[in-house]
């Protein structure tokens, strides 16, 4: 299998030209983490940036050492070079929706739409209304223009693919007959369109009375005729942070662990930016696991395990199995040259163990060796379970490549425990720019 090119991380952060990369992928991968080393670095590198978090674990505040995030950006301290500079901060879904209103309806329609029962659930909870928000607070971000560099950490959704079909899910309720349905009578005005209601509609809102509540009707008719000349803004902003996600200057990142799961998804999102004509600058690969004992095989770790775990039975001069009190000459075979290999590791390991013997007479002798033994065998499984991982992971990664082999790979090898400060995003921040696992 081809070696897929190297995503050269440090080049994509010190291009001034860059200046949105959105982070995205499966839940559970590593997004949020990738996108604070990814802003930690760029500022020690000299850039501007802003991280865009949508996380709710908070992870991203504890590991800056930020009380908390909210709507606003907030800086970073003990972060950036020269003019580096960090800020981060973390979607408050609802408070984004709120300015929206605030910023495109007058003062007293404002007031209505903020209070009305059916916009608080909608701002609230309504779906897909988070990844649209994300999108409108992307907007606004770049319209301030007091970053360089604008990082985004994409919604933790079910499909990697909710973040682009946001804005036309939400422009398709909008647009939706139901909705249309509900603005009609607030269209034709005073009696008019009560009468209109009351005579053409009738059996309908009947039935939708029953099924949605009269409260809840009416707090739905009055919300759709307060924000109908908001709608079109909605569209608007949607479609206008869709072609900046399309522009030279945004790169996006698919970040994927090593496991069939992830990057299934990973492959199908790589089609989907191309689709859409989305610039894609390459595969974050997280947690992978590597092993600086490669050479020897799983098979060979087992083999010498049971060999010490069983006394013993390929302790001989020629070091070869089963061959005692044997006048047979082996055979040369790959077996039995697999075999005597095998014998050797085992034998390998008692030589070094009995280097340099305990003094004589000393007590627990036997006992000594039988725990040594015990030990060193169960370490040796360990290292077979390891080398089995990054075998499984191996296959994973080359039939994403197969099906995608120009997309460039960044690796970033497994950690013991979680990234909990800013130490531990500058070692992320390390190995990707390194972009394989470092004595993973």
Same mark, same amino acid.
């Given at each position: 299998?081809?070696?897929?090119?190297?995503?050269?991380?440090?080049?994509?952060?010190?291009?001034?030209?860059?200046?949105?990369?959105?982070?995205?992928?499966?839940?559970?991968?590593?997004?949020?983490?990738?996108?604070?080393?990814?802003?930690?670095?760029?500022?020690?590198?000299?850039?501007?940036?802003?991280?865009?978090?949508?996380?709710?674990?908070?992870?991203?505040a504890?590991?800056?050492g930020?009380?908390?995030?909210?709507?606003?950006?907030?800086?970073?301290?003990?972060?950036?070079?020269?003019?580096?500079?960090?800020?981060?901060?973390?979607?408050?879904?609802?408070?984004?929706?709120?300015?929206?209103?605030?910023a495109?309806?007058?003062?007293?329609?404002?007031?209505?739409?903020?209070?009305?029962?059916?916009?608080?659930?909608?701002?609230?909870?309504?779906?897909?209304?988070?990844?649209?928000?994300?999108?409108?607070?992307?907007?606004?971000?770049?319209?301030?223009d007091?970053?360089?560099?604008?990082?985004?950490?994409?919604?933790?959704?079910?499909?990697?693919?909710?973040?682009? $079909? %946001?804005?036309? @899910? #939400?422009?398709?309720?909008?647009?939706?007959? &139901?909705?249309? /349905?509900?603005?009609a009578? +607030?269209?034709?005005?005073?009696?008019?369109?009560?009468?209109?209601?009351?005579?053409?509609?009738?059996?309908?809102?009947?039935?939708?009375?029953?099924?949605?509540?009269?409260?809840?009707?009416?707090?739905?008719?009055?919300?759709?005729?307060a924000?109908?000349?908001?709608?079109?803004?909605?569209?608007?902003?949607? $479609? %206008?942070?869709? @072609? #900046?996600l399309?522009?030279?200057?945004?790169? &996006?990142?698919? /970040?994927?662990?090593?496991? +069939?799961?992830?990057?299934?998804?990973?492959?199908?999102?790589?089609?989907?930016?191309?689709?859409?004509?989305?610039?894609?600058?390459?595969?974050?690969?997280?947690?992978?696991?590597?092993?600086?004992?490669?050479?020897?095989?799983?098979?060979?770790?087992?083999?010498?395990?049971?060999?010490?775990?069983?006394?013993?039975?390929?302790?001989?001069?020629?070091?070869?199995?089963?061959?005692?009190?044997?006048?047979?000459?082996?055979?040369?075979? +790959?077996?039995?040259?697999?075999?005597?290999?095998?014998?050797?590791?085992?034998?390998?390991?008692?030589?070094?163990?009995?280097?340099?013997?305990?003094?004589?007479?000393?007590?627990?002798?036997?006992?000594?060796?039988?725990?040594?033994?015990r030990?060193?065998?169960?370490?040796?499984?360990?290292?077979?379970?390891?080398?089995?991982v990054?075998?499984?992971?191996?296959?994973?990664?080359?039939?994403?490549?197969?099906?995608?082999?120009?997309? +460039?790979?960044?690796?970033?090898?497994?950690?013991?425990?979680?990234?909990?400060?800013?130490?531990?995003?500058?070692?992320?921040?390390?190995?990707?720019?390194?972009?394989?696992?470092?004595?993973?």
């Open positions: 299998m081809d070696t897929p090119p190297r995503l050269a991380v440090d080049r994509l952060l010190d291009d001034r030209e860059t200046r949105i990369i959105v982070c995205c992928g499966a839940g559970g991968v590593g997004k949020t983490t990738t996108a604070a080393a990814l802003g930690v670095r760029a500022a020690g590198r000299g850039r501007k940036a802003v991280v865009l978090t949508i996380d709710p674990a908070r992870r991203l504890q590991s800056m930020i009380d908390s995030l909210d709507n606003t950006p907030r800086k970073v301290e003990t972060v950036g070079a020269g003019d580096g500079e960090l800020h981060a901060m973390m979607l408050d879904m609802k408070r984004t929706f709120d300015e929206i209103v605030e495109h309806a007058d003062g007293e329609r404002a007031k209505a739409i903020l209070a009305n029962p059916f916009y608080q659930s909608l701002s609230a909870g309504f779906a897909g209304t988070q990844e649209y928000m994300a999108m409108e607070k992307l907007g606004q971000l770049r319209a301030r007091d970053w360089d560099l604008i990082i985004v950490d994409t919604p933790p959704s079910r499909s990697a693919l909710d973040f682009l $079909d %946001a804005p036309k @899910r #939400l422009g398709s309720f909008l647009d939706g007959k &139901f909705i249309r /349905v509900l603005m009578p +607030a269209k034709v005005g005073g009696r008019a369109g009560m009468k209109f209601l009351n005579v053409g509609m009738s059996m309908m809102t009947g039935t939708l009375s029953k099924l949605m509540g009269a409260s809840l009707l009416k707090d739905v008719q009055t919300f759709v005729a924000m109908d000349t908001m709608f079109g803004g909605f569209r608007t902003r949607a $479609d %206008a942070t869709f @072609r #900046l399309q522009a030279p200057g945004t790169a &996006f990142l698919v /970040v994927a662990a090593p496991e +069939a799961d992830a990057l299934r998804e990973a492959a199908y999102f790589v089609e989907r930016l191309a689709s859409e004509s989305m610039p894609l600058a390459g595969l974050v690969l997280n947690r992978v696991h590597g092993s600086g004992a490669d050479q020897l095989s799983a098979e060979r770790a087992l083999a010498a395990a049971e060999n010490l775990e069983e006394g013993g039975i390929v302790d001989q001069e020629s070091g070869k199995a089963g061959l005692r009190d044997s006048g047979a000459e082996p055979k040369g075979t +790959a077996e039995t040259a697999g075999s005597a290999e095998t014998a050797q590791t085992a034998h390998s390991t008692r030589t070094t163990r009995t280097a340099n013997p305990p003094e004589t007479g000393s007590p627990g002798t036997e006992g000594d060796t039988a725990v040594v033994d030990i060193t065998a169960g370490l040796l499984r360990l290292h077979a379970e390891r080398m089995q990054i075998a499984r992971e191996q296959r994973t990664r080359d039939r994403f490549t197969s099906l995608h082999p120009e997309v +460039a790979v960044a690796e970033v090898a497994a950690l013991p425990g979680d990234v909990h400060d800013l130490a531990g995003l500058r070692a992320i921040g390390e190995r990707l720019a390194a972009g394989v696992p470092a004595g993973a």
